[in-house]
């Protein structure tokens, strides 16, 4: 588990008196630092991008996923299995993350879809199946041993008369089958043949389902945006927007430690520092930072 990084800023005071320095009805202004947009997890740790550049994004709960959606989060998982290829998610909204629209908007899924869909249609559920049944191994061929002969036969064969034939069944009626034959035409079309095998085959699919299902919600990476940005929403959610302002910024743990090294270990020369406190806190509309998470 990584270790608990910690920066303290100390926003210089001017001389001037506090109370007329900043409006004490002023909002408290809260600055949420996270990697919302999942880069740590699918990019490779490149060149810094100046973060006195990164934009400050103000957040609340009528303006969460037009957030989200500029932001842009997605992740690349790991394939799950061995005849898979990695797997990318994109995120617009905070909905994005609940089983049922990963279900319907993920490709991994589609095929699924499309055999579920035929398993439970009678007409093409034979064809399904036959699909999902592997071929049987080839078999050898064993020639059949001839039919033992009766002491009948045996004894006709030798006085040189022919087998007796057993009797024929006679023959139905040509007017009744007529009849059933013209029957069976007319009613065939409406007869709907329900497969004793359908449940078990469309369980089989549903499992398949879920087990794909639960291996991607189980990835520590989709675990972990999807907590960051529920968190974001729980914060938001039961906060007075007059009385509290929430702002983002989209950043990683490495871009971080990167910045505070190429400033040689000084926070003060950081360019974090320079978002927050030179173009914020001294700004004349700035935020006055009261919370930085």
């Not at 880069?39 to 990019?43: D, S, V, Y």
């Not at 932001?71 to 990695?86: Q, S, Y």
């Given at each position: 588990m990584p270790g608990r990084m910690e920066f303290q800023f100390n926003v210089p005071k001017s001389n001037a008196n506090l109370s007329t320095r900043r409006d004490p009805t002023a909002p408290f202004d809260i600055l949420i630092m996270a990697d919302l947009s999942a880069?740590?997890?699918?990019?490779t740790p490149g060149l810094l991008v100046d973060l006195a550049n990164r934009p400050l994004l103000a957040v609340d709960v009528d303006s969460l996923d037009a957030?989200?959606?500029?932001?842009?989060?997605?992740?690349?998982?790991?394939?799950?299995?061995?005849?898979?290829?990695?797997?990318?998610?994109?995120f617009n909204q905070l909905d994005d993350f609940h089983p049922d629209a990963l279900y319907q908007r993920l490709e991994v899924f589609q095929a699924l879809r499309r055999t579920r869909a035929r398993l439970l249609n009678p007409a093409s559920f034979a064809q399904a199946v036959a699909e999902l049944t592997p071929s049987p191994p080839a078999e050898t061929v064993q020639t059949e041993p001839?039919?033992?002969?009766?002491?009948?036969?045996?004894?006709?064969?030798?006085?040189?008369?022919?087998?007796?034939?057993?009797?024929?069944?006679?023959?139905?009626?040509?007017?009744?089958?007529?009849?059933?034959?013209?029957?069976?035409?007319?009613?065939?079309?409406?007869?709907?043949?329900?497969?004793?095998?359908?449940?078990?085959?469309?369980?089989?699919?549903d499992a398949t389902i879920g087990d794909q299902l639960r291996m991607i919600l189980h990835q520590p990476a989709f675990q972990a945006l999807e907590a960051t940005w529920r968190s974001v929403q729980g914060l938001i959610a039961d906060l007075d927007s007059d009385a509290v302002r929430v702002f983002l910024l989209d950043v990683t743990r490495q871009e971080l430690l990167t910045d505070l090294h190429s400033a040689g270990g000084d926070p003060k020369a950081t360019s974090l520092y320079t978002l927050l406190v030179d173009q914020g806190a001294r700004m004349p509309d700035g935020p006055s930072w009261s919370l930085l998470v």
């Open positions: 880069r740590a997890h699918r990019e957030v989200m959606a500029r932001l842009a989060p997605k992740l690349r998982l790991a394939p799950m299995t061995d005849n898979d290829v990695a797997l990318t998610i994109s001839a039919p033992v002969e009766g002491e009948a036969e045996l004894l006709e064969r030798l006085l040189g008369q022919a087998p007796t034939q057993p009797a024929m069944a006679r023959p139905a009626d040509a007017g009744a089958a007529a009849i059933q034959s013209l029957v069976q035409a007319i009613v065939q079309p409406h007869i709907v043949h329900t497969d004793a095998r359908q449940p078990a085959w469309v369980a089989a699919v």
